[in-house]
């Protein structure tokens, strides 16, 4: 039987998971990275990075990840988080000694592109990123 174009879009994408735990997302990344057969290295390193991140900031500051994707395209993976907080991350000025605050700084530079989206009731926000630097 050959794989239809369908079943191979199947493949390079994942839609609908919610996990709420950023272990659980890094779990079911590196599953979907292994399925699109992404070139192990800095650029997978990042989108685990970067997943951690967003659904981590979104357990504790948006009341938990509502929508999880993963979208693979030529040599990029998009990693979309949506939550229930309506309210767009910001930077926060942390001095070196102070725990956390460099999460959303973290996503954009190593992402290539960010896009946060609001709507009543949440906000979306997708990271794309390279897969070899």
Known sequence: MHPTEEDEEDHKALHGASPQTAERAREVTRGFLSAVAAPAG??????LLVVSELVTNAVRHAGGVTQFRLVAGPGTVTVTVEDASSTAPTLRRSSVGEPGGFGWQLVRELS?????STRPGGKTVSALLALSH
């Not at 800095?42 to 989108?47: E, I, N, S």
């Not at 290539?112 to 946060?116: A, F, L, M, N, T």
């Open 112 to 116: 290539e592109d960010v896009e946060v």
């Open 42 to 47: 800095v650029g997978t390193d990042a989108v």
